[in-house]
T-cell receptor, first 116, second 115 residues
Framework: DADVTQTPRNRITKTGKRIMLECSQTKGHDRMYWYRQDPGLGLRLIYYSFDVKDINKGEISDGYSVSRQAQAKFSLSLESAIPNQTALYFC???????????????FGPGTRLTVL | AQSVTQLDSHVSVSEGTPVLLRCNYSSSYSPSLFWYVQHPNKGLQLLLK??????LVKGINGFEAEFKKSETSFHLTKPSAHMSDAAEYFC?????????????FGTGTRLLVSP
């Protein structure tokens, strides 16, 4: 079984709809992240969470919100979807030890979201 | 703040020829550097990482990268390309400024491999 899972894998929605993307992990990591990927722009950080009580905005948090329901679950919501939120969304986790050089992140398979 | 520049958006090679994907970084601290690969319709997989130990880092599938502080570069190489290497590659940096907990991605290089 995959260590980091995302649901749904694909979603088409309409402008103005609320949508939630879910991420679950079995790696036991405290730190979780949400990114979006757009062609030619790489991955950009939306939100990150260092533990259940700690939520932080990334570089492009406007229009998004998150919920950390448990150590293993981190959800991303679009309260009112708009077409420029069409993108590939990735969840990631990282090792719980802070300040450790080389802390790689482990990525889920991605959710392809289309907003019409 | 840290940043990464991938100098080529696309690189085309023939199968069996060498691969060079270029990356320059900027960091106020000694950085950690990574290369991730993304195959079509797949998530991201770590190829290799540099964490201030050996400057020549070997990764999976025959890839390696060399950290050159004087040139602020971390180029990815492979002696002989295989068709299965066709994918998008991301150079990534993190540093002590964020406790090594935030990654900053380059814009990606798409590697095309022809028979």
């Amino acid at each position: 079984d995959a260590d980091v899972t995302q649901t749904p894998r694909n979603r088409i929605t309409k402008t103005g709809k609320r949508i939630m993307l879910e991420c679950s992990q079995t790696k036991g990591h405290d730190r979780m992240y949400w990114y979006r990927q757009d062609p030619g722009l790489g991955l950009r950080l939306i939100y990150y969470s260092f533990d259940v009580k700690d939520i932080n905005k990334g570089e492009i948090s406007d229009g998004y919100s998150v919920s950390r329901q448990a150590q293993a679950k981190f959800s991303l919501s679009l309260e009112s979807a708009i077409p420029n939120q069409t993108a590939l969304y990735f969840c990631a986790t990282s090792d719980p030890l802070p300040g450790l050089a080389g802390n790689e992140q482990f990525f889920g398979p991605g959710t392809r979201l289309t907003v019409l | 703040a840290q940043s990464v520049t991938q100098l080529d958006s696309h690189v085309s090679v023939s199968e069996g020829t060498p691969v060079l994907l270029r990356c320059n970084y900027s960091s106020s601290y000694s950085p950690s550097l990574f290369w991730y690969v993304q195959h079509p319709n797949k998530g991201l997989q770590l190829l290799l990482k540099y964490t201030s130990a050996a400057t020549l880092v070997k990764g999976i599938n025959g890839f390696e990268a060399e950290f050159k502080k004087s040139e602020t570069s971390f180029h990815l190489t492979k002696p002989s390309a295989h068709m299965s290497d066709a994918a998008e590659y991301f150079c990534v940096v993190s540093d002590r400024g964020t406790g090594f907990q935030k990654l900053v991605f380059g814009t990606g290089t798409r590697l095309l491999v022809s028979p």
